[in-house]
Each structure stands twice: as C-alpha cells, then as structure tokens.
T-cell receptor
Framework: NAGVTQTPKFQVLKTGQSMTLQCAQD?????MSWYRQDPGMGLRLIHY???????DQGEVPNGYNVSRSTTEDFPLRLLSAAPSQTSVYFC?????????????FGPGTRLTVT | DQQVKQNSPSLSVQEGRISILNCDYT??????FLWYKKYPAEGPTFLIS?????DKNEDGRFTVFLNKSAKHLSLHIVPSQPGDSAVYFC???????????FGTGTRLTIIP
C-alpha cells in the first residue's frame, strides 16, 4: 500500500492564481480530511468527507473547495490564491467515520503564495 | 479560542531520561484524546490514544495519562531516545464527531 499520497510536494503561486492539491489513498478509507499547518497554530481542519459524494466544512474552510467523487481521491481547490494561504497542507484518511481520530497523514504540500 | 493547548513550545531532555509532554483542554465534551508525532518534511503519525473512561494507557515506552477533573493529559516517554526528537501534537475529539482538534505542538529534542 502507498498509504496517503499528495501532489505536488512544493508549489509557488501568484496571488489570484488557482490550483488543485491532489490527495489519494489506497486503503479504502471512508473518512478523508484536509488540514493546514501554520507556525504556532497547530493543524487546523479545512474540509472533510465521510464518504464519496459527502463533504463538510471544518474550522477554516474559506477560500477552499473540495469534492469527493470516489473513495480514493479528495482534491483541495484554491480558486483565487491569497498570501494568507501560504502554509503546509496535509491530507489524512481514517478507516472509520464513527471514530476518525486515528488518521493516516500524507507527506504534505508546501504552498507559497506571493 | 484554542480548545486544546500545549503551553510548552519546546522541551529538551537528556537521552535515557523521562520526557513529559503536557496538554490542556477546555471543552468538557471531548472524550477521546490522541498524541501524534511529526518529523520535519513528513506528515504526522499516530502515536497513542486514550478514551475518557480510562486514566492511563501504555504502549511500550509511551504512556498517556488523563486527568479529567483538571482537563489535562500528559505523554511520558521512558527512556527517551534520539529518534524521539520530533514535534508532538496533542489532539482531541468527541466520539462519533468527525472533527479532530489539535494543539499547537511541542518540539522535543533529545540530547545524546
């Protein structure tokens, strides 16, 4: 199993550009989520999904869109990048939607918006 | 409002000694607590968890203690090893709730 994979590893965007951060898992996990990590802020939940076709907002959803058309993939879209979205982004998955706390994380995408 | 707090941004411990990382929470609805470990340029990895019906859980060198009345949990690592140098995140949620709340992390450095 590859586990949770994320692409790209690094990305530089100009303000106003759009892009999609890719996330895939091959563990047949129902629960998937996106976090951002900022210095002194820990990990904050952006969006999450409890199964294909079902998504919901986390703590900091503004400026981000998600969709879940398959169990395996959970892309995160930035429609119009802003410098405040400079961060490290982690995708995670969990086997259980009733107890999703024990999550497997991907290696992260470091995004810089200039 | 930070519902899960790790007040020590960093901690240095001699190799072989005990490392104690602390975490406080404010939401009394939390009933499941976890510790994650993160190395640079990698994603966090799950380390150990504890349910609110317990006050202690052990896994090898790692023990988590929960004091519900004080809304406090701690992670003990004995003996500390150089490979334990990492950032440790405390996290909490309510069973059945899909959202996990993380603390800000403590950077642990083990001195050889």
């Amino acid at each position: 199993n590859a586990g949770v994979t994320q692409t790209p590893k690094f990305q530089v965007l100009k303000t106003g550009q759009s892009m999609t951060l890719q996330c895939a898992q091959d563990m047949n996990h129902e629960y998937m989520s996106w976090y951002r990590q900022d210095p002194g802020m820990g990990l904050r939940l952006i969006h999450y999904s409890v199964g294909a076709g079902i998504t919901d907002q986390g703590e900091v959803p503004n400026g981000y869109n998600v969709s879940r058309s398959t169990t395996e993939d959970f892309p995160l879209r930035l429609l119009s990048a802003a410098p405040s979205q400079t961060s490290v982004y982690f995708c995670a998955s969990s086997v259980s939607t009733k107890s999703p706390a024990e999550q497997y994380f991907g290696p992260g995408t470091r995004l810089t918006v200039t | 409002d930070q519902q899960v707090k790790q007040n020590s941004p960093s901690l240095s411990v001699q190799e072989g000694r005990i490392s104690i990382l602390n975490c406080d929470y404010t939401n009394s609805m939390f009933d499941y607590f976890l510790w994650y470990k993160k190395y640079p340029a990698e994603g966090p990895t799950f380390l150990i968890s504890i349910s609110s019906i317990k006050d202690k859980n052990e896994d090898g060198r790692f023990t988590v203690f929960l004091n519900k009345s004080a809304k406090h949990l701690s992670l003990h690592i004995v003996p500390s090893q150089p490979g334990d140098s990492a950032v440790y995140f405390c996290a909490a949620n309510t069973f059945g709730n899909e959202k996990l709340t993380f603390g800000t992390g403590t950077r642990l450095t083990i001195i050889p």
